[in-house]
């Protein structure tokens, strides 16, 4: 079975100040990591997603991920926050064969403050 | 429609009650999850459905839960004889193909709210 854990139910950073969420997870088969975001009333959409290729992935809105296996983790970072960041942000991971749906962390609420 | 549309948005019901929740999802997409947003407790998984072959059933809560997908397409969640502790955002997400071929994006509904008193 597979499943992520998530550091930090809220995390505050002030504008232009370096964003660190950090997940960790669990799988006995190699995974598909993800992170998603979910802006206020809104449905969570893909910021990036890890697939066995390069270790760094880049996504959207300058967000980045590094899988470091040998630490079981998939951090995200930004080097620069901006208010519009402000979201829940959520770590997903699936096994890398078979059919099975995402397993998702408990969330990270991120504020940003001017 | 473009996206994953949900309906209601909002369902307020009695303790007891049965509700349905439907969800249409992306024209084409094979795969289509259930998932429960409940505060502070991230989301939990309910049912899986991929093309034709059986649903994963497997985060179902309870008996009182259950969900199908009609042709391949729309999708209704049922909760009977509500409780309160099934308050929480119901969210449908569709993807073009299932998670275990490639890590297909999810695209999410924007859910539906379910208050029960």
């Known amino acids: 079975a597979q499943s992520v854990t998530q550091l930090g139910s809220h995390v505050s950073v002030s504008e232009g100040a370096l964003v660190l969420l950090r997940c960790n997870y669990s799988s006995s088969v190699p995974p598909y990591l993800f992170w998603y975001v979910q802006y206020p009333n809104q449905g969570l959409q893909l910021l990036l997603k890890y697939t066995s290729a390069a270790t760094l992935v880049k996504g959207i809105n300058g967000f980045e991920a590094e899988f470091k296996k040998s630490e079981t983790s998939f951090h995200l970072t930004k080097p620069s926050a901006h208010m519009s960041d402000a979201a829940e942000y959520f770590c997903a991971v699936t096994p890398g064969a078979g059919r099975r749906a995402l397993t998702f962390g408990s969330g990270t609420r991120l504020q940003v403050q001017p | 429609g473009a996206g994953v549309s949900q309906s209601p948005s909002n369902k307020v019901t009695e303790k007891g009650k049965d509700v349905e929740l439907r969800c249409d999802p992306i024209?084409?997409?094979?795969?289509l999850y259930w998932y429960r947003q409940s505060l502070g407790q991230g989301l939990e998984f309910l049912i899986y459905?991929?093309?034709?072959?059986?649903?994963?059933k497997s985060g179902l809560p309870s008996d009182r839960f259950s969900a199908e997908r009609t042709g391949g397409s729309v999708s209704t969640l049922t909760i009977q004889r509500t409780q309160q502790e099934d308050s929480a955002v119901y969210l449908c997400a569709s993807s073009e193909r299932g998670q275990g071929a490639g890590g297909g994006e999810l695209f999410f509904g924007e859910g539906s709210r379910l208050t029960v008193l």
């Open positions: 024209s084409g997409h094979t795969a």
């Open positions: 459905f991929q093309g034709n072959s059986a649903p994963d």
